[in-house]
């Protein structure tokens, strides 16, 4: 599932407001990889890429740690991305379009910032959010058409493309517990309680989903001990791990 969203888009002017000054915008993502004045116009792609329904499942019937494949999407992960973006630049460029993805170039950075935790100079899940892909959660994470339990990638380009409209109301429609008042699933799927009905402890999760235990758990799944097994508990056996629990569809 792709969809775009063009770089004059005032939304990205707000990020800069409401995440901080280090948060960067389209343009100045482009002059940072090719140099100053190089951005001309064009588009932003985010794609959301749904997680394998045997992953999802398997995550599903654990309580405490991710399961195996779940732990070993994480190890394999970069290496899918970086050859599905390569493939997105080497495409568009054979058109004649520049073409960069932010989130995996050498200057993309994860801040450690204060009170509110890890924090990097660009986030996808604000792209999707530009790209009417979805909204925010309770506990941070992006609910799409496909569900929470998703990963999500961007690319800009020269091309320019017809944006997506946004549809959402708020920043965190598609939640049940920030539009309802009602579900909070993934609160108690949370082994550390870094859920709650305020929102989501990103310093608990971090420390949970990447730090020593989470390194040895990957390692004794065969996976790479330096990335973490990461967790996902509150993506699945979830209402939300699937698709939009705010609309009636399965
Ligand atoms: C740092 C990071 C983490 C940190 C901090 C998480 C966080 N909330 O920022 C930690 C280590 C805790 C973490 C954990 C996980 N992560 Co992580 N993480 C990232 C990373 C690298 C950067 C995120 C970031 O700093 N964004 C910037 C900050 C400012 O965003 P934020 O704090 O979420 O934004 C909040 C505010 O801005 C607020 N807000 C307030 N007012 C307004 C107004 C408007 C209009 C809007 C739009 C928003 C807004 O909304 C947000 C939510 O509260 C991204 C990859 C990337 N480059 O984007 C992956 C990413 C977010 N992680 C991902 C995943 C899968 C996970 C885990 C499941 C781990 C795993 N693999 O098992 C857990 C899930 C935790 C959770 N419940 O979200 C996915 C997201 C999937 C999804 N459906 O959302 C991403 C996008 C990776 C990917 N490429 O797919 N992660
Ligand atoms: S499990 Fe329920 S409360 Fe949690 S993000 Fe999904 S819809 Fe919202
Ligand atoms: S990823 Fe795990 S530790 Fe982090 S909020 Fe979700 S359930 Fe809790």
Redesign the pocket.
């Known amino acids: 599932m792709t969809s775009e969203d063009i770089i004059e888009d005032p939304l990205f002017k707000e990020y800069k407001k ?2 901080g000054a280090y948060y960067l915008m389209p343009q100045e993502a482009v002059e940072l990889s090719f140099g100053d004045g190089s951005y001309k116009e064009g588009t932003v792609i985010s794609i959301v890429l749904p997680i394998n329904e045997k992953i999802r499942q398997s995550n599903g019937r654990q309580t405490i740690w ?1 399961s195996q494949e ?1 732990a070993l999407l ?1 190890t394999h992960e970069v290496q899918y991305f970086t050859e599905l973006i390569d493939f997105l630049i080497d495409l568009l460029q054979s058109k004649g379009y520049r073409t960069m993805a932010p ?1 995996h170039s050498e200057w993309f950075k ?1 801040m450690a910032t204060e009170p ?5 100079n ?5 792209i999707a ?1 530009a790209a009417g892909l979805g909204t ?1 959660s309770i ?4 609910i799409t058409e496909k569900g ?1 339990a ?4 961007s690319v800009v380009t020269e091309l320019k493309l017809e944006p997506d409209r946004r549809e959402a109301k708020s ?1 965190t429609e598609n939640c049940l517990l920030c539009s309802k008042g009602s579900c909070g699933a993934c609160i108690k799927r949370c082994p550390v309680n870094a859920i709650s009905a305020e ?2 402890d ?1 310093m608990k ?2 420390q949970y ?2 730090e020593e235990e989470s390194k040895k758990l990957a390692k004794s799944y065969e996976g790479e001990s330096t990335v973490g097994a ?3 508990l ?2 699945t056996h979830v209402p939300c791990q699937s698709r939009n629990p705010m609309k009636n569809t399965l």
């Open positions: 409401t995440i991710p779940w994480r989130a994860i509110n935790g890890p924090s990097s660009w986030s996808e899940r604000h959010y925010f506990n941070d994470a992006f929470i998703v990963k999500l990638l920043h929102g989501h990103k999760c971090a989903t990447y990461g967790c996902g509150c993506q």
